[in-house]
């Protein structure tokens, strides 16, 4: 779904990429508390000393431009050594955290098969803790990369719990649910690296409600299922021009996953951009992995519906 800690963060990229008077900044700008010190010291005009003084002072004025020149011959800081974000730090900090989730699963996955009642328990209430660290890390005030690595091994194991929950009913689902999920990701970002696709305040927008409706409408449903109130699995079977309602569902909650997956890279492109701090890349790093495993588990759904039960 739409992070709602990009609104917050973007809003700080686009204030650090402003000078204090509001003009945007140029390449190299600092603040000028932050600038370079003069190196003549204090003075504006090293020659503005007295004759006799300033010949008594050649010496300490000779050290004075050989250090200012070793300063502007030295290579120029990147954004590494000033502590900017790159992209390197997300594709890093991405494959970590993927790499956490696959662990998670795999452990998951194999609860499953040695006892899986406990890995469905546990699946169940491991829902409710990365809920909570979901809602703290999009929310907190600092960046929390532990909470970050524990959302990942967590949500891991869900997935790897509810995988093999599906791969039992439906033999070869998750393969395919897994080919799916990459193909779709890597066509968004194809599509958005070569410009066919673009953030705006409209895809912003409709990110941002179409996530919120159907956080709201799954909510709703799991109450309603487990009270026993509805019964959803009629509902989402219920035929629509011949398409099952839960199919059609389905696809709405994958589009708005791959609008939500294009926002994310363009915060990732503007933050870059801005020089934001390096910190803000574990957050880049959260909210796609969030985009991907909600389109994961909507594929997941959709293919539920044409493969043959077990």
Known sequence: MANPVMNSIQKDWSAQSQTPAGYPTMPG???AAQQAPNPYGGQANPYAAQQGQAYGQQGAYGDQMASYEAMM???AA???DRGRMTYDDVVVKSLMCFGLLVAGAVVGWMTGVIVPGLAMLTALGLCAV???LGLFVRFSKKVR???IIAYSLLEGFVLGALSFAFETLYPGIVVLAVLATLIVIGVT???FSFGFVRNSKTLTRVALLGSTAFAVYYGISFVLGVTGAVDMTLVRNIQVFGIPLGVIIGLLAVFIGVLCLVRDFDAVKVGVNAGVPVK???LCTFAIM???IWIYLEILRILSYFMRRD
């Open 73 to 75: 011959n030295a290579p």
């Open 290 to 292: 969030t985009d991907v």
């Open 130 to 132: 990365t809920l909570g």
């Open 29 to 31: 700008y600092q603040p």
């Open 145 to 147: 990369p532990g909470a």
């Open 280 to 282: 803000y890349s574990w």
């Open 189 to 191: 970002l194809a599509a």
């Open 78 to 80: 990147d954004a590494v």
